[in-house]
């Protein structure tokens, strides 16, 4: 097995067996959602259907970029894809990295359109790659390999520093994701992948021409612990000293949500560390267009189709409950509820210019 493949299968065991989750909380614990007594609406009138770059879903929700390239991440995706189509939400494939470099291997991608035919599929690639030199080519074979409705590139700088032998050459990224962007039809979207994504970073990459962004800040899957783990086990005790001291770097979730919502009035998904109805709902009121969630997604998936069928379908009761309570009949609604920022988030906010009082109560726009 290459290398490449062996990291894969690393790092859904880790996922799964270790503990790899951030210490510091995502911030959706510092927002409340004002409860509405008088409703003036009935929970059967929810609507939670939404469009994503002109898909449509039943509900605001994406299985965030996993896995691939294994046997084992292969059966995962099936798992999860089986889901998707079911309840009619969106999925995301793991870095098709390694089926491009193995082409042996595509069959663990490709799978997920084999079996949801009318889910909206994210494909997905990564900075580093664009680096090195590829492009558009090679984008187009990452699309075409999951008949992708849009095309993540995620941005995983902590993760390469940390990693043995990581790919750490970030320099004339933003150049290639604007030729990028130019030379598709598909929707780029800019995924990071567990550290946030900042307000500068945003205006700079709207400027480039993506259509969108998937924040996954921190308070979720900390890929710095995943890499300590890694070290440990090869042997790498730099790689592993840095993994474990960078283990709760970036930016947390809520807070990098709002930030990206008021540079940019693209597409945002809004993930890392969002694991309930009621975190959906706080989303969504600062202006998210859509939710993310992998690592609770995947920990059901390997008990079987039933588990974590059970799962999407509470997340979606709680979520449903929450825009009756505030009286939203949908996500349109839903994105102007009244809500309230207090805490560490509210500092943050305004150490960076922005009003949390203010944001919260325009619901991002």
């Known amino acids: 097995m290459s290398d ?3 990291r894969k299968g690393r790092h859904i065991r880790i996922s799964l067996d270790e503990r790899v989750e951030a210490d510091v909380p995502t911030g959706f614990e510092d927002v409340t959602l004002v409860h509405r007594c008088l409703p003036e609406i009935d929970l059967d009138d929810v609507d939670m259907s939404t469009t994503l770059f002109g898909h449509k879903l039943s509900a605001p929700f994406i299985i965030s970029a996993i896995t691939g390239g294994t046997d084992e991440a292969g059966k995962i995706n099936e798992t999860l894809a089986k889901t998707a189509e079911k309840f009619g939400i969106g999925i995301g494939v793991g870095s098709q990295r ?13 799978v997920v359109r084999e079996v ?32 992708a409705d849009a095309l993540a590139i995620h941005m995983n700088p902590l993760q390469e520093a940390v990693q043995v032998r990581g790919d750490t050459k970030y320099a004339g990224i933003l150049g290639k994701v604007k030729e990028l962007a130019a030379s598709l039809d598909t ?3 800019m995924k990071e992948t567990g550290c946030g994504i900042s307000k500068e970073d945003a205006a700079r990459l709207d400027n480039a021409g993506v259509a969108g962004f998937e924040i996954s800040g921190l308070g979720g899957t900390s890929w710095a612990a995943v890499e300590h783990h890694i070290a440990r086990e090869v042997g790498e005790p730099l790689q592993e000293y840095l993994g474990k001291s960078m283990w709760n770097w970036g930016i947390p979730s809520a807070s990098s949500l709002i930030e990206v919502r008021t540079s940019t009035e693209k597409v945002v998904i809004a993930s890392g560390g969002l694991r309930t109805g009621q975190d959906a709902a706080r989303a969504l009121s ?21 588990a ?3 799962h999407v379908e509470a997340i979606l009761a709680e979520l449903r409950v929450c825009m009756f309570l505030v009286g939203a009949k949908n996500i349109k609604e839903m994105r102007r509820v009244s809500a309230v920022v207090t805490g560490w988030t509210a500092e943050w906010l305004r150490a960076r210019g922005l009003d949390p009082a203010l944001y919260a109560a325009r619901g991002g726009g």
């Open 4 to 6: 490449i493949r062996s």
């Open 98 to 110: 390694v089926a491009i470099e193995h082409p042996e291997v595509e069959g663990t991608f490709s």
């Open 116 to 147: 949801a035919p009318n889910a909206f599929v994210m494909a997905n690639l990564g900075c580093p790659q664009l680096a090195l030199g590829w492009g558009a080519k090679q984008a187009k074979k990452a699309i075409g390999m999951v008949d």
């Open 187 to 189: 929707p780029l979207v």
């Open 286 to 306: 600062l202006g998210a267009d859509a939710i993310g969630i992998a690592k609770p997604f995947m920990e059901k998936a390997v008990q079987g189709s039933k």
């Open 308 to 310: 974590l069928e059970e």
